[in-house]
Structure formats: C-alpha cells, structure tokens
C-alpha cells in the first residue's frame, strides 16, 4: 500500500482544508496583482523611457525657438551674471559627436531593455492573479503528491479505491463539510486577517499611486 498514491480528489480536500485560510488571500491578492499591472501600463504607455526619449528633440527644439525669441534679453542677463564669454574658434570634435551618438544608441538600447522587462512583469503579474486558489490544484497535479484524475485505485483515505466525496470550494466558508479535515470556520487565522488588511493597504497607495497622487509608502505596521 505504500506505493499507492493519494487519488486526486482526496487529495484536493486535504489540501484546502489546510489551506483554507490562504485561500482566502486570493480576491485582496488579485486586486494587488491588478493594481501592479496598472503600474506596468503607466510604464509602458505614455511615460516610458522610449517615449520620453524620442520627444526630446521636440523639446530641444522648443527651447531653441524660445531662446532666438528672447536671445537679446536672455543674453543680457546671462552677461551680467557671468561676464562676457570668451569667443571660442574650436567647434565640436569628431570624439564629441561619436560621444553623443553613443549616448543616444544606449539610450534606445535601455528603453528597448526596460520595454522587455515590463512586458515580462505584466505576464508574471497576470499569471499570479489566482495564485492562492490554485495552490491545491497545482500541489495535487504532481504525480509525486497524488494519482491521475482517473485513477480509481488510489488511496481514498480508507482503502484503495474510488474517492466518493465532492471536492470542497475554495476558502475557509466552503470547509464546513470538508470530509478529511476537520475546520472550525468561526475561528479565521488572524496573522491571515492581518495580511488581508496589509494587501488591502498595498493595492490602495498603488492605486493613488497610478493617479499621480503622494503616496507614503512606509509600512503601515511600523
């Protein structure tokens, strides 16, 4: 009997009855991880480095245009608080212009890098959304924890055979009738209220975050 493995069923029952309070992390969870790729877009939309970048010459050119506006004024002011500049015959060295565009080449190359990087987090972030109440699943796939669906002669808690019972819901409510662990639902683990409370916090600055406001992100349980 040793070598007969949990079926996955019973299995599942074991494991979100064990679990049944870190199920219920998952709805704060996912709004967390919602709020993360909010984040992510902000990066990747209008405010990434390769739009900033690529706006600079505008803004160059902008301030250029001002300055031939206002050259005379702007001039005079500059004189007064610096002196009269020493004319200089030397123009711009080959080496200073290999400089620049060395610059503006690393520059594409870190916002293409960090464009990557966003895109990968966002996938990640998505991934994880239902982190929490797919643990058990996820535990009771491996083929080291437990049978195949299928399988009916596996371990059914008793004997080797079929495993009757339904698979229990996700979260601590849903232990009542868990037939392999006994759960008393009146009791929630606090340290798991705590930490609701904590992604709760956590989803609310990012979220003000996101709209441009102050955000102090000391750790409330300081």
């Known amino acids: 009997m040793a070598s007969v493995k949990p079926c996955s069923n019973y299995c599942l029952n074991v494991v979100k009855g064990c679990l049944a309070n870190q199920a219920d992390l998952n709805t704060e ?6 709020a993360l790729v909010a984040v992510a877009d902000r990066i990747d939309g ?14 160059i ?21 610096c ?30 890098a960090l464009e990557m990087l966003v895109l990968d987090a966002k996938g990640n972030l998505t991934a994880l959304k239902s982190y929490w109440i797919t643990l058990p699943g996820v535990l009771c796939s491996k083929k080291v924890m437990a049978s ?10 008793m004997t080797k055979g079929s495993y009757l019972p339904e698979v229990m819901g ?26 609701i409370m904590q992604l709760k916090i956590m989803t609310n600055r990012l979220g003000n975050a996101n709209i441009g406001n102050d955000v102090d992100f000391q750790d409330a349980s300081e």
């Open 83 to 112: 002196g009269n500049p020493k004319i200089s015959t030397k123009g711009s060295s080959s080496e200073d212009k290999k400089r620049r565009g060395k610059v503006t080449l690393e520059a594409k190359s870190s916002a293409v």
């Open 148 to 157: 195949s669906a299928a399988d009916d002669k596996c371990w059914n808690g």
């Open 29 to 34: 969870w996912k709004y967390l991880m919602d």
């Open 170 to 195: 996700d979260g601590l409510a849903n232990q009542i009738n868990n037939p392999e662990v006994e759960v008393d639902i009146t009791k929630p683990d606090m340290t798991i209220r705590q930490q």
């Open 46 to 59: 209008p405010y990434n480095v390769d739009t900033v970048i690529g706006t600079i010459h505008m803004r």
């Open 61 to 81: 050119s902008e301030a250029i245009s001002n300055l031939q506006e206002n050259k005379d004024s702007i001039t005079a002011k500059v004189f007064q608080g």
